[in-house]
Structure formats: C-alpha cells, structure tokens
C-alpha cells in the first residue's frame, strides 16, 4: 500500500483546505456529487451556496481562525460567529455531476461588525457563478458585534495583498495601459 499513498504530502497535493494563490485568493477545489445535483445530473442552484460557505470557513481556517474556537471565544475575546447578511449571485453556466470546481475568494470590503467577500466558481477556468456575500460578526445572542482585532487584521492584510495584486496595470494588445482583471 506504501507503494500506492505517499506517507506524507508532496508539495505539489493540495490541501484540504485549499491554499491561497500568490494574488492572495484563496482557491478551493470542489468535486461534484450526486448529492449536489437534480435529477438531470446538474448541481442544484442551492448547492453553489454550500461551495461557497465550504471555501469562506476553510479560508479562515487557513488564517487561522476555526468556526467552533472562535464561537467559544477565550478570556480576550467573546464567542462570535458570522452570519450571511446578503447575498447576490449570479448562474452563467451549470456544472454537472463529477465536475471538478474551483472556488476563489477575495475580500471585496471590510466594516466595523462585517466583511464582504467576492467569490467566483470555475470549471477549467470557465465562470460558472459569480456571488457576492456580506458576513456580520454576531454574539452567541445573535447581535451584531465588531470583529475580533485579530480577524480584523488578518483579512486586512489579505485585502491588501489582493488589493495590490489586482490593482497592477498592465500595457494591453494595443500599447494603452488596462487593468488587470479575473473575469
């Protein structure tokens, strides 16, 4: 069996919590299930929400905040946890059964009690969905509360390191300088 697994990860394997690419987005694969999609083997509309939760939660993890720890709070900070205030998204394409997804995230803005966060999802780079959701810290009685110093900071740096990535201009095909862009 050594011979099939690897005992430890290579460099090249993803983790299961997807990684953050060197623009400070953070990617995260989705395989589709029969679960995640209707009787024509196409993911339900509903489950494009459920992708996108998974890569909010695991980008956090990754920064190093974990939903239950942060909800139990510590004797500097109170238990919080974050709801979805709003949310738009739009369906370009469908994606079916088996298909592997990409899920990238970027901070689109930063409040006192909230973060907002632009999230598109891809097959072979192709834009499947594009949504845009605005997350409210709450306490455990549901109020809205400001976020932790800690979230704050470490989101802000990644705001920037986006920011700074996707601010860079560039000369276009015909010498003008364009705004580089995802989608």
């Given at each position: 069996?050594?011979?099939?697994?690897?005992?430890?990860?290579?460099?090249?394997?993803?983790?299961?919590?997807?990684?953050?690419?060197?623009?400070g987005?953070?990617?995260?694969?989705v395989?589709?299930?029969?679960?995640?999609t209707?009787?024509?083997?196409?993911?339900y509309?509903?489950?494009?929400?459920?992708?996108?939760?998974?890569?909010?939660?695991?980008?956090?993890?990754l920064?190093?905040?974990?939903?239950?720890?942060?909800?139990?709070?510590?004797?500097?900070?109170?238990g919080v946890?974050?709801?979805?205030?709003?949310?738009t998204?739009?369906?370009a394409?469908?994606?079916?059964?088996?298909?592997?997804l990409?899920?990238?995230?970027?901070?689109?803005?930063?409040?006192?009690?909230s973060?907002?966060?632009?999230q598109?999802?891809r097959?072979n780079?192709r834009?499947?969905?594009?949504?845009?959701?605005q997350?409210?810290?709450?306490?455990?009685?549901?109020?809205?509360?400001?976020?932790?110093?800690?979230?704050?900071?470490?989101?802000?740096r990644?705001?920037?390191?986006?920011?700074?990535?996707?601010?860079?201009?560039?000369?276009?095909?015909?010498?003008?300088?364009?705004?580089q862009s995802?989608d």
């Open positions: 069996m050594s011979d099939v697994l690897p005992s430890t990860p290579s460099p090249a394997t993803p983790s299961l919590s997807g990684w953050f690419a060197p623009d987005t953070h990617r995260f694969p395989r589709v299930y029969y679960e995640d209707d009787a024509g083997g196409i993911v509309h509903a489950n494009y929400l459920r992708f996108a939760e998974r890569a909010r939660s695991e980008m956090l993890s920064l190093g905040f974990r939903q239950t720890a942060m909800a139990a709070g510590d004797a500097d900070t109170p946890s974050f709801a979805v205030r709003r949310t998204i739009d369906f394409a469908p994606a079916r059964l088996e298909d592997t990409e899920v990238e995230t970027r901070i689109a803005d930063i409040g006192g009690a973060f907002a966060v632009a598109s999802i097959r780079e834009l499947l969905v594009r949504a845009e959701l997350l409210v810290t709450i306490n455990a009685a549901g109020r809205a509360v400001r976020l932790p110093g800690a979230v704050r900071a470490a989101i802000e990644l705001r920037r390191t986006q920011h700074d990535s996707f601010d860079t201009v560039q000369p276009g095909p015909d010498g003008a300088n364009t705004q995802r």
